[in-house]
Nanobody
Framework: QVQLVESGGGLVQPGGSLRLSCAAS????????MGWYRQAPGKQRELVAA???????NYADSVKGRFTISRDNGKNTVSLQMNSLKPEDTAVYYC?????????WGQGTQVTVSS
């Protein structure tokens, strides 16, 4: 059974930082591309950051220079370090694992940026 379990969300003031983590089980983690997506109320889900199995990263323009994605293949985890958070970063953040036609999602974790 595949499981992606996110943690680390919460309430933070503008300019603050949060670190999201996603623990994967039931997959050959190192072979999967991992990503973080987010969905704000009334908006479509969008890609925030992704990291390929070989370590190449990709970021949405809106988070470049502020967010960093990383993976630990020994621990089957992917993390998203979020700095300089803005109110517009408020959303539910989802962990994603992809390999060929296999596509798995976590349950999501809420991130709220507000003073």
């Amino acid at each position: 059974q595949v499981q992606l379990v996110e943690s680390g969300g919460g309430l933070v003031q503008p300019g603050g930082s949060l670190r999201l983590s996603c623990a994967a089980s039931g997959i050959s983690f190192s072979a999967y591309a991992m990503g973080w997506y987010r969905q704000a109320p009334g908006k479509q889900r969008e890609l925030v950051a992704a990291i390929a199995s070989g370590g190449i990263t990709n970021y949405a323009d809106s988070v470049k220079g502020r967010f960093t994605i990383s993976r630990d293949n020994g621990k089957n985890t992917v993390s998203l370090q979020m700095n300089s958070l803005k109110p517009e970063d408020t959303a539910v953040y989802y962990c994603n694992a992809q390999q060929a036609r296999r596509d798995y999602w976590g349950q999501g974790t809420q991130v709220t940026v507000s003073s």
